[in-house]
């Protein structure tokens, strides 16, 4: 039998990363976000709503991400989230931010 992976806890700030590289795929709405996250991430990283929406709000605030009310294919209506240019270009920061800062961890936890 084949141990279940240890849920991951996000750093502080990398949600907010997470929902907007989940978004430059395609307008989703909560629940498409949440299940975007866990399943790339091998069922380790699973975002609660309790944490999720006031992420999508504080993204909103900051001009980041747009919403707006639509129906799902099952044709029940839900907020989906858009990511607009200047969440795009967060996006890019953060990302070279991330990669700068894993490369250096990389580095000082290897081989010496």
């Known amino acids: 039998m084949t141990p279940t992976p240890a849920r991951g806890e996000l750093p ?3 949600l907010e990363m997470l929902i907007l590289q989940t978004l430059t795929l ?3 709405h909560g629940y498409a976000i ?4 866990l399943r790339r991430s091998d069922d380790v990283l699973r975002v609660e709503q309790g944490s ?3 992420a999508l709000d504080r993204l909103q605030r900051k001009g980041w991400v747009v919403s707006d009310w639509r129906l799902t294919p099952t044709k029940r209506r839900a907020r989906y989230y858009t990511i607009t240019d200047s969440g ?3 996006l890019r920061e953060e990302l070279e ?3 700068r800062i894993a490369r250096a961890m990389s ?3 290897g081989p010496a």
């Not at 949440?34 to 996250?37: D, S």
């Open 88 to 90: 795009r270009e967060q």
């Open 107 to 109: 580095r000082v936890l």
């Open 52 to 54: 999720l929406y006031p």
């Open 97 to 99: 931010r991330y990669e």
């Open 26 to 28: 395609d307008s989703l």
């Open 34 to 37: 949440a299940q975007h996250i």
């Open 12 to 14: 502080p700030g990398s």
